[in-house]
Nanobody, 127 residues
Framework: QVQLQESGPGLVKPSQTLSLTCTVSGGAITTAYYYWSWIRQPPGKGLEWIGYISYRGNTYYSPSLKSRTSISRDTSKNQFTLQLSSSTPEDTGVYYC???????????????????WGQGTQVTVSS
């Protein structure tokens, strides 16, 4: 059974970099053909896809966040990491990591492809 667990600071100051790590157990992040995603939910809003990193280490980001986003991985620790620079209060929300069975950015139409999720972690951007 694949399990994902987010970790990182719950409070980030504006203009700082928001950094979160997802630790995966029960399966290697290098296993073909899975993609490892970051998704967030601002308060009172729907889920927003941020980006993903593939089993090969290739990355793809949401166009609206691309300029501020970096996703990397540490295969020795079976972890992947999100960094969101120049954070603002609009980046506040619950952040999830998830596994998807292919190069499919999250949407309501393909949420069934996102079979495994972390429990989510609250991040607040505030001074």
């Amino acid at each position: 059974q694949v399990q994902l667990q987010e970790s990182g600071p719950g409070l980030v100051k504006p203009s700082q970099t928001l950094s979160l790590t997802c630790t995966v157990s029960g399966g290697a992040i290098t296993t073909a053909y899975y993609y490892w995603s970051w998704i967030r939910q601002p308060p009172g809003k729907g889920l927003e896809w941020i980006g993903y990193i593939s089993y090969r280490g290739n990355t793809y980001y949401s166009p609206s966040l691309k300029s501020r986003t970096s996703i990397s991985r540490d295969t020795s620790k079976n972890q992947f990491t999100l960094q969101l620079s120049s954070s603002t209060p609009e980046d506040t929300g619950v952040y999830y990591c998830a596994r998807v069975g292919g190069p499919y950015p999250y949407s309501e139409d393909n949420r069934g492809l996102y079979a495994y999720w972390g429990q989510g972690t609250q991040v607040t951007v505030s001074s």
